[in-house]
């Protein structure tokens, strides 16, 4: 199974965009590149998905490598409310999914 | 409705016991998926249902079984279980189960204990 690797925890300054990067060097041909966040206590939320190209959408962009070894997300403008851990997480078309360990975001006043 | 949503939050069991853990969406979505999370750890993918037939199972143990009874609904359905069974369990929706489905939906859980 395809793994995704990714730095413990980041920090960031409120209102500074942030970088988050993801490992995912045995990736398939055909599988997506998801991230997800999660706040303590709750489900994991969508944040954006891609196969190729690079993705916007109104929370983050995401970047994928051209060899699609790795994958980074962004945060252009960090809020508190953007403090969770995200998880980069390979999707295949049967639907399994492999979570990375996340990476925690503090984000600072 | 954008909600997908789980019962009981909170559940404690002895090894014996039989209980059901029942999960529930109404967006039409036609792939649910139970997920296993213990502390400090990523989600782990436990069952896969596409179109109300299961498509993956990663190797559970039979004391955990899962049933999907019409396509808004998802159990687990769980017997016999171990201390180490204990964790946050997470259902979640999607249009399909491919990965260009777009956004998954998780529910906010049901914390299991076993004694």
């Known amino acids: 199974d395809a793994k995704t690797t990714q730095p413990n925890s980041m920090e960031s300054n409120e209102e500074e965009p942030v970088h988050l990067p993801c490992n995912h060097s045995?990736?398939?041909?055909?599988?997506?590149i998801h991230w997800y966040r999660q706040l303590p206590s709750q489900g994991p939320e969508y944040v954006i998905h891609?196969?190729?190209s690079n993705v916007n959408n109104r929370m983050a962009s995401l970047a994928i490598a051209e060899d699609r070894k790795s994958s980074t997300l962004i945060l252009h403008r960090a809020t508190l409310r953007d403090a969770a851990v995200y998880y980069c997480?390979?999707?295949?078309?049967?639907?399994?999914?492999?979570f990375g360990d996340g990476t925690t975001l503090t984000v600072k006043p | 409705d954008t909600e997908v949503t789980q019962t009981p939050k909170h559940l404690v069991m002895g090894m014996t016991n039989k209980k059901s853990l029942k999960c529930e969406q109404h967006?039409?979505?036609?792939?649910m998926y139970w997920y296993k999370q213990k502390a400090k750890k990523p989600p782990e993918l436990m069952f896969v249902?596409?179109?109300?037939?299961?498509?993956i199972n990663e190797s559970v143990p039979s004391r955990f079984s899962p049933e999907c009874p019409n396509s808004s609904l998802l159990n687990l359905h769980l017997h016999a279980l171990q201390p180490e069974d204990s964790a946050l369990y997470l259902c979640?929706?999607?249009?399909?189960?491919?990965?260009?489905?777009?956004?998954?939906?998780f529910g906010e859980g049901s914390r299991l204990t076993v004694l």
């Open positions: 249902y596409s179109y109300e037939k299961l498509s």
């Open positions: 045995t990736i398939s041909g055909t599988d997506y």
């Open positions: 891609g196969l190729t």
């Open positions: 997480i390979l999707f295949t078309n049967a639907g399994k999914s492999t």
């Open positions: 979640a929706s999607s249009q399909e189960s491919g990965g260009n489905t777009g956004e998954l939906f």
């Open positions: 967006m039409g979505h036609r792939a």
